[in-house]
């Protein structure tokens, strides 16, 4: 019912940006949470910044002061603007959705398949 597209990511070297995007489709009543969340090879899935379900944002401690999520309702749509980027934000980042459809009373969370960023030195 539900589908989540990112993309924007690619090949940037060191210091500079990408901005990417999260289009949330299908039968949606509502988004109680969405956000950004990134896997680097051989390490775990880590939350990079999201948006509650209490509308506030929360970032991880390496990304905050260089990583900005936002939004746009209308769309069903997030962004992570991504400055500054070390050869360490190099990974694979996954957009994360908490939707209730509609006909259901509750939400239930949905991943998408990701986009790759890769950071050069």
């Known amino acids: 019912q539900v589908q989540l597209v990112e993309s924007g990511g690619g090949l940037v070297q060191a210091e500079g940006s990408l901005r990417l995007s999260c289009a949330a489709s299908?039968?949606?009543?509502?988004?109680?949470?969405m956000g950004w969340y990134r896997q680097a090879a051989g390490k775990q899935r880590e939350l990079v910044a999201t948006?509650?379900?209490?509308?506030?944002?929360n970032y991880a401690d390496s990304v905050k002061g260089r990583f900005t999520i936002s939004r746009d309702n209308a769309k069903n749509t997030v962004y992570l603007q991504m400055n500054s980027l070390k050869p360490e934000d190099t990974a694979v980042y996954y957009c994360?959705?908490?939707?209730?459809?509609?006909?259901?009373?509750?939400?239930?969370?949905?991943w998408g398949k990701g986009t790759l960023v890769t950071v050069s030195s």
């Open positions: 299908g039968n949606i009543f509502s988004i109680n949470a």
């Open positions: 994360k959705a908490s939707i209730t459809t509609t006909g259901r009373l509750y939400a239930v969370d949905y």
């Open positions: 948006f509650t379900s209490g509308g506030r944002t």
